[in-house]
């Protein structure tokens, strides 16, 4: 665990109280452990007081070895199967449908186990909650599924994607609930269970000590993860360097490993991938 200086500690106080849940790290640090706040969230957007979380985890990541994994904000189950993944994206780069259609590609994937029927597979939903009204009409959601484009008709392959106007202010659940998303200050927000996480986080000692702490990792695995891009930078500007001297790749690899202190095994895929 991270060690985090006097000073730096009152930096993230202070940006601590700027949060909202509009942003990402509170976001899922209120929904952590707090399945009360995933089935209000959940039963206000889908309007179903009847929906019952029997599971769900923050941060849940699908590791995709052929290609591109993904890490989920919030995956929730309810009791008959059915999934549901809560997305906030601030950015409009990040709310882009394509992703999101893959996210639900990935729930498919692991939802339906091996020898199973298709019929087995649940409906699946990707809820998304952006800072402005992305679509530009005025709506307090966006629902999407796949239909018959002369009829209308739904095809019925339980496969939704609901993109939720986080700047909506109607007066009803919906909009008190983008309120709540919107204000930095508990004691303003119009859901108790909402409410009580934000000022747990916020204004109680041990709660407080809980975000600095996990801003301190993000910022400290965004320092390792910048140092390692830089490393790989490197490594591909020397590789470049060295072809252009003329090395053979069992050179290269050899400068490689005695030049970044790596193991000649990893110098090799370097070489070998460019």
Not at 1 to 26: F, G, H, N, V, W
Not at 54 to 65: A, C, D, G, I, P
Not at 114 to 122: A, H, I, P, Q
Not at 216 to 234: W, Y
């Amino acid at each position: 665990m991270a060690k985090i200086s006097p000073e730096q500690y009152e930096e993230y106080r202070r940006a601590l109280k700027r949060m909202r849940m509009m942003d990402d790290t509170l976001m899922k640090c209120v929904f952590k452990d707090c399945k009360p706040a995933v089935e209000l969230v959940l039963r206000i957007i889908l309007q179903r007081d009847d929906l019952d979380v029997k599971r769900f985890s923050v941060s849940k990541e699908y590791k995709n070895l052929k290609g591109h994994s993904i890490c989920l904000d919030v995956l929730a189950e309810d009791k008959d199967g059915k999934q549901y993944n809560i997305e906030v994206q601030r950015d409009i780069k990040g709310a882009d449908p394509r992703r999101f259609r893959f996210y639900n590609a990935m729930m498919d994937v692991e939802m339906l186990g091996k020898g199973e029927d298709y019929s087995e597979l649940r409906d699946s939903y990707t809820i998304v909650i952006t800072e402005d009204d992305i679509f530009k009409k005025g709506k307090p959601f966006y629902l999407f599924e796949r239909v018959d484009r002369e009829s209308g008709e739904p095809l019925g392959d339980g496969s939704h994607i609901i993109y939720v106007n986080g700047s909506y202010d109607g007066d009803d659940p919906l909009g008190w609930l983008m309120r709540d998303f919107r204000e930095p200050d508990p004691e303003k927000m119009h859901n108790k269970v909402l409410a009580e996480r934000v000022n747990y986080l916020k204004n109680i000692i041990k709660g407080e000590k809980e975000m600095c702490q996990i801003m301190e990792e993000i910022r400290e695995k965004g320092r390792l993860e910048g140092i390692q891009t830089g490393i790989q930078k490197g490594i591909k500007l020397s590789i470049k360097l060295y072809r252009q001297l003329g090395l053979s790749r069992e050179q290269i690899i050899e400068q490689l490993a005695a030049e970044y202190e790596i193991p000649q095994s990893e110098a090799a895929k370097y070489v070998y991938a460019e």
